[in-house]
Every structure is written in structure tokens, then in C-alpha cells.
């Protein structure tokens, strides 16, 4: 079994053991004004009322008829939830609001210069621009209900409208992170059969107008080679009639959106009465093989689950101004800056560039003048920003009430100066864990209801029975201090479906480890495997430790060490490729590359800058590596297998590189750890 025999070093391997901390205990002001103070909840989602306890959270949606079957299991481990329910995504996050909050905004868009004006818009105003590019996509386009929609877009109010266009008429839509190159969103277009590109000439990162048009026609390239054939590729502008990209426009085949939109002023498109299992959104992830993955995400489940987190977890009242700092990219945008906020109501803020542009002060200006009272971010953030700026958030007049901490563990030092600097000592803090997989959050504390608690994300979210199994698949209790793989014992409406067209994949990944019965229809057979190592103190708190397969979690995102691999060798010098995590102060995590060269070729830079290129055309810049290691040799086993663990220990400054003797060239260790370690 290849797959098994790579599980040899994982970053929960390389996982940084913490002490268990201190309680921090809510402020009474935050109490007094929470949407869920209320511990009777978790009583209310218990297995007991399992799964009828989500009728909660639809019910915070309209829905055009109410479901027959709250939960189908006859497809097991496919979940339906909410079978025979009509809603629609776009009805319930736009048209639904108008009536209170016409006038409030919806979206606040922060430019990155910082000379360029805020834009708000409106509930009204979201509403007439969404069902404009609707009507577009529906007449213009040919799009219906069904088809798939890739959407290489970077953070800009024209994003979300993308998203809820598409939701509106019930169209799939795939949005890819704009970071990725166009290599890795033709795949993506590939895979998902999406006919139609939708992309931007250019927009700004950390002070340039960066081109990204330039990546459409990779991607179609790509795409073409994989047997897709993009008909029309409709390009947004950053400026209204000016074009920021050196690519050309393609006769017939590109379009610009301000110039289409001209036809569309002022009408209107009804929403489509979407079955609640219809399909919303595609994600792409990283997982153990090469290939890209993408969780398929339903309608009402998804919507019911990110719309009842977001209103208790995050707390968001639509007198609330909420600023999520990720990216709409990744499933944090898609359900904690998009679809959740929007589905109650919120004031969502969306900032197009990077934190510390032009200085560590950015996050904190916007958060005064926007008056933002609920701030999310990843430790990959918080960390840089501690970094370069440990004191500008005191210069500056703003008050958060509640903070999130989301995609990576966080550092009890770190998470303390997030509390104490960033919310003056005044603000809640959540620590979500959870997945693109997941739709939503899997564990945090209920903020108004916990003590928080430095380093260790908290207990199951209602509705969500975590359990942490062995390698036999025997439990592993609670404040034992043994790590093992966390699971989640029931599924919930949030969760994906499937794997766009691959659906053994899906349970080959997630399901058959500890499937107690393939037959079996019974939910309780079919524990969901997350992925994570993790250990529960004895107060139920987990700590997640890391991933226990191929994934490396680079400052929040996530990387498949097979992806990084196969993009080594496509440099023709380069003979064998293995890429494992070291730990980084700013990024948590960091890809090392170790390469070997085919005979005849001698090591230069012209080989390491090669690898990194190729890494960062296959993939993205966010894959780049720390170090590329021209190795004489990889440490092998005698059967071949290249022995990651014993790079892991290299890069990780450990001394003790465990058991060698198995290996058929031990000699080369010490060579390598001279290499890498320099004594
Ligand atoms: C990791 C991001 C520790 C974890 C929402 C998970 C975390 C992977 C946390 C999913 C957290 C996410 N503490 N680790 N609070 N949140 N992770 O799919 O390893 O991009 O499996 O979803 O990030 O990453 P993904």
C-alpha cells in the first residue's frame, strides 16, 4: 500500500507539545449581549435529539418548503440533510434581508491603497448588482442550474456577487484562491467541468497591481491539455474601463464584465427553488495523492450550519461590524466572510491585500474607522503582526468584543498577546477548529459560555460528538494525555457530501478507517476521519496536534507534500523529490524540499532556484519552500522507501534522528545533517 507506507512523518509528528494553560474566563459585557448564553444547548444537541437538534439552525433560514427527512442515511456515509426541503442560498442571504436592513451594508469593501475610498454596499444595492450578473449569466452566458463555475478571483466585492449570481440560479460555482497559479486552477477547472472561467485584469497586493488575467490563459491551457475547453472567460476590471492586464483580450472568448453589465441595468432574476441537497459550492483541498480534491457542499445543510455558527459561535448581530481577514478563497471566506454573515443579516468587511500594508498599524486603522467589534484571523496573521507591530494595536481607538483564531494550532504566547494587545483584555476569543471538509466549525468553545483556554481549541460545537480513536481503533478517554486521531461520531448538516466525481475516493479518505460495518446504514457505523492528531484534556478541551497524512499546513493553507513532490520532478535533473514540514516561527508550518539528482548532474543553484519556480508555476507562491537540500542520496530502507521521518528530524534541528538501522545507506545521514543542520 504506497499511501500507507508514505504516513511515516506527518506534521503532528513534528507537533510542539504545550503545557496546559490557565482558564481565561468571558467578559460580563460580552456575556450580557451574547446570542447564545443558554448551556441548555448542548443538552438540546445531544445524540438523544440527534438529528432532529438541527431543525435549530434551518430554522434560522426561509425556506420555500420545509424537509420530509431531516437526515437520509440510506446512501451511507453520503449524508442528505433536509431531503425534500426547496430553498435558496442567494434568496436567504440577499432578498430575505431587505425588508429590515435595505439600507445597512452588507459588504464594506477595503481597497488595499489606502488612499482609495471604502465601498459599501448596501443590502438594496447587493441585491440589485447580484441579480444583474444573474441575469447576465442566465441570458449572456447560457448558464443553468447545475452546471459548474470556476471563479479565479481575488477579494474584491465583485467575488461574493460572483458566488451569490451563481447560488441564485442554482449554478455550482468553484471558486479558486487567486494565489493559486494558472496551472493549479485549470486542473481545478478540469476536474469540475466548468465551461466557464470568470477571473480580473489585476488587483493589489502588498502595493502593486499585481496582472492575474495573465493566469486565464495558463489555466485554459492547462485545462485544454486535460480535455476541457473553456468556451468564454468573462473578466472583471479592477478599475471600471481601464485594463490592468498585459494578456490579451480574446476575440469571442473573453469578455469584460463592465462592459456586458451595460445590457443588464435594473433587472431581475427569481431565485431558484434548490432542492436542500443540491450541490452550492466546490471546494478544492489538498489530500494524500497529488490530485487535487473537491468537497462538494450542499445548499440547506451548508447554509443551516454556517448561518447557526456564525450567529452563535461568532456571535454576529446584524448591528455587528464583522471583519474575517481571510481569504474568500479558501472555506473560511466561503463560510465565515460570505455565506454565514450574510445569511444573518451581518456588516461584512472584505479587505483586499495584506495585513501589513503599508505598515503593522492596517488592521488596526481599518478596525477604528470601520468601528469592527468582531475580528477573525488565522495565527499565521497574528503572528506576523506581533512580529512587525507588537504595539500598534494601542495606538489605536477600537474596541473588538470577540476575536477568532482559525486554521492552524496557536501558540498559548501568541494567543495571550492577541488577547491582551490586539483585545485590550476585553474580547472574547474563539479558537475554531475545522476543515474545508467540515462546511463550518468542528470544535471552539461557546464564547459566552467557556473559559477560554490558551493553545487548546475547546469541546465539540453543539450538535458535533468528537472522539479520538488509537491506531485499533479503540477510544482514547479524555484527560489520559495520549494523542490519537480525531473523529466525529455523527455527521452533521455542515459536512460535504462527496468528492466532486469521486465518490470511493471520498470514502476510501474519510470513512473506511474505522467504518465499523461498509454495509451498514446506521450513521453510528461511520465515524468521520478529520485528519488531525489531537488529545483531550480531562475538562473535554482538545488540542489538535496536526495533520497525521500528506498535508502540510503552511500558514493556514493547506499543501499536499505529493503535490510539492511532483512539481520537483518536473525539473528533468532532478531524480527523486521527498518534502516534509519544519516547523516555522512565523508560518507554522514550512515545506523543506529534499531533491537527488539524476547521475551526470552536479548540484548548483541553478538546480534549487529551478525547483522552486516550478513549485510556484505548478501550484502557487504560497508553496514555496524553505530550503531546497541537493541530498547525495535519500536515506532509504532496504526495500527503497524513501525514510521521510529521518528528513523531518533533520529539518526540524532534532539530534536524534531515531532508528537507522534499517536503512541501506546510514552513512548518508550524517552527510545530510551537516547539510541541513551545518555541524
Ligand atoms: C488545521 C481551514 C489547530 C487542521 C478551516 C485541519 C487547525 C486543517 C485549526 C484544515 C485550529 C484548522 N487549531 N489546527 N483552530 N483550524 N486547523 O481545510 O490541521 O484549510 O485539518 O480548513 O487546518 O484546513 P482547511
Same mark, same amino acid.
Given at each position: 500500500m504506497a499511501d500507507q507506507e508514505r504516513l511515516e512523518v506527518s506534521e503532528a509528528e513534528v507537533a510542539v507539545h504545550w503545557q496546559e494553560e490557565d482558564y481565561y474566563y468571558p467578559p460580563v459585557e460580552f456575556i450580557a449581549q451574547a446570542n447564545m448564553t443558554d448551556a441548555g444547548i448542548y443538552e438540546r444537541f445531544s445524540l438523544e435529539n440527534f438529528p432532529e437538534c438541527f431543525k435549530e439552525y434551518a430554522d434560522l433560514l426561509d425556506w420555500y418548503q420545509y424537509w420530509h +427527512? +431531516?437526515? #437520509? +442515511?440510506? #446512501?451511507a456515509p453520503c449524508w442528505k440533510w433536509f431531503v425534500g426541503g426547496k430553498i435558496n442560498a442567494c434568496y436567504n442571504c440577499v432578498d430575505r434581508h431587505l425588508p429590515r436592513y435595505r439600507n445597512k451594508a452588507a459588504l464594506i469593501f477595503v481597497p488595499e491603497p489606502e488612499e482609495e475610498p471604502h465601498v459599501a454596499i448596501t443590502y438594496q444595492e447587493l441585491y440589485v448588482r447580484v441579480n444583474e450578473v444573474a441575469a447576465l449569466l442566465r441570458d449572456f452566458v447560457g448558464l443553468k442550474t447545475g452546471d459548474r463555475v470556476t471563479i479565479h478571483m481575488p477579494m474584491v466585492p465583485e467575488l461574493p456577487i460572483m458566488m451569490l449570481a451563481c447560488a441564485r440560479l442554482g449554478v455550482i460555482h468553484s471558486v479558486v484562491f487567486a494565489g493559486f497559479s494558472g496551472q493549479a486552477c485549470g486542473e481545478r477547472i478540469a476536474d469540475s467541468g466548468s465551461h466557464i472561467l470568470v477571473t480580473m485584469d489585476g488587483y493589489y497586493r502588498n502595493g502593486q497591481l499585481l496582472d492575474h488575467k495573465v493566469k486565464a490563459d495558463e489555466a485554459l491551457k492547462a485545462a485544454q491539455e486535460l480535455g476541457q475547453t473553456v468556451d468564454k472567460v468573462l473578466v472583471w476590471r479592477r478599475h471600471r474601463g481601464q485594463y490592468a492586464s498585459q494578456a490579451p483580450m480574446v476575440e469571442g472568448r473573453d469578455y469584460f464584465m463592465d462592459d456586458l453589465l451595460a445590457n443588464y441595468g435594473g433587472q431581475r432574476v427569481e431565485p431558484v427553488k434548490m432542492p436542500a441537497e443540491a450541490p452550492l459550492f466546490l471546494m478544492y483541498t489538498s489530500g494524500t495523492t497529488g490530485k487535487p480534491k473537491a468537497a462538494q457542499h450542499s445548499t440547506g445543510g451548508y447554509l443551516s450550519y454556517v448561518a447557526g455558527t456564525s450567529k452563535y459561535v461568532q456571535d454576529i448581530h446584524p448591528e455587528d461590524v464583522y471583519w474575517c481577514m481571510a481569504d474568500i478563497g479558501w472555506i473560511t471566506g466561503h463560510s465565515y466572510i460570505v455565506y454565514g454573515p450574510l445569511a444573518i443579516a451581518a456588516t461584512s468587511v472584505l479587505y483586499e491585500g495584506v495585513p501589513t500594508y503599508p505598515d503593522a498599524g492596517r488592521p488596526w486603522r481599518i478596525a477604528e474607522r470601520l468601528n469592527v467589534n468582531i475580528f477573525h484571523t488565522a495565527p499565521t496573521a497574528i503572528r506576523m503582526l506581533r512580529k512587525v507591530g507588537p504595539e500598534e494595536p494601542k495606538k489605536y481607538n477600537y474596541q473588538f468584543k470577540h476575536m477568532t483564531t482559525v486554521g492552524e494550532p496557536i501558540e498559548p504566547e501568541v494567543w495571550k498577546w492577541y488577547y491582551e494587545v490586539v483585545g485590550k483584555g476585553k474580547a472574547v476569543i474563539v479558537d475554531t477548529w475545522w476543515q474545508t471538509e467540515t462546511g463550518g466549525f468542528l470544535c471552539s468553545t461557546m464564547p459566552a459560555l467557556h473559559p477560554m483556554k490558551p493553545g487548546s481549541t475547546g469541546p %465539540?460545537? *453543539?450538535g458535533i460528538h468528537p472522539v479520538i480513536y488509537d491506531e485499533e481503533g479503540n477510544e482514547i478517554p479524555a484527560g489520559s494525555g495520549k494523542a490519537g486521531n480525531i473523529c466525529i461520531r455523527n455527521p452533521w *448538516? %455542515?459536512?460535504?457530501? =462527496?468528492?466532486w466525481g469521486d465518490r470511493d475516493r471520498y470514502v476510501a479518505t474519510y470513512y473506511a478507517k474505522y467504518c465499523k460495518n461498509k454495509e451498514s446504514k446506521d450513521w453510528r457505523d461511520w465515524p468521520y476521519l478529520t485528519g488531525d492528531a489531537a488529545m483531550q484534556a480531562a475538562d473535554g478541551y482538545y488540542r489538535i496536534l496536526g495533520r497525521i497524512d500528506d498535508v502540510i499546513n503552511v500558514a493556514g493553507h493547506r499543501l499536499g507534500t505529493k503535490e510539492l513532490e511532483s512539481a520537483c520532478l518536473l525539473v528533468p535533473e532532478v531524480a527523486e523529490a521527498s518534502v516534509v514540514p519544519r516547523v516555522d516561527e512565523l508560518r507554522g508550518r514550512v515545506p523543506d524540499v529534499y531533491i537527488s539528482l539524476k547521475p551526470g548532474y552536479a548540484p548548483s543553484q541553478e538546480i534549487k532556484d529551478a525547483v522552486v519556480k516550478s513549485i510556484e508555476d505548478t501550484? %502557487? /507562491?504560497?508553496?514555496?519552500? /524553505?530550503n531546497v537540500y541537493i541530498v547525495p542520496d535519500m536515506p532509504k530502507t532496504r526495500s527503497g522507501k524513501i525514510m521521510r521521518r529521518v528528513l523531518a528530524a533533520l529539518s526540524n534541528n532534532q539530534q536524534d534522528v531515531g #532508528?537507522? =538501522? +534499517?536503512?541501506?545507506? *546510514?552513512?548518508v545521514v550524517e552527510e545530510i545533517r551537516q547539510m541541513v543542520q551545518g555541524s
Open positions: +427527512t +431531516t437526515l #437520509d +442515511t440510506s #446512501d %465539540g460545537v *453543539p *448538516p %455542515g459536512a460535504f457530501q =462527496t468528492i501550484i %502557487g /507562491k504560497i508553496a514555496r519552500p /524553505k #532508528d537507522v =538501522t +534499517t536503512l541501506v545507506n *546510514p552513512e
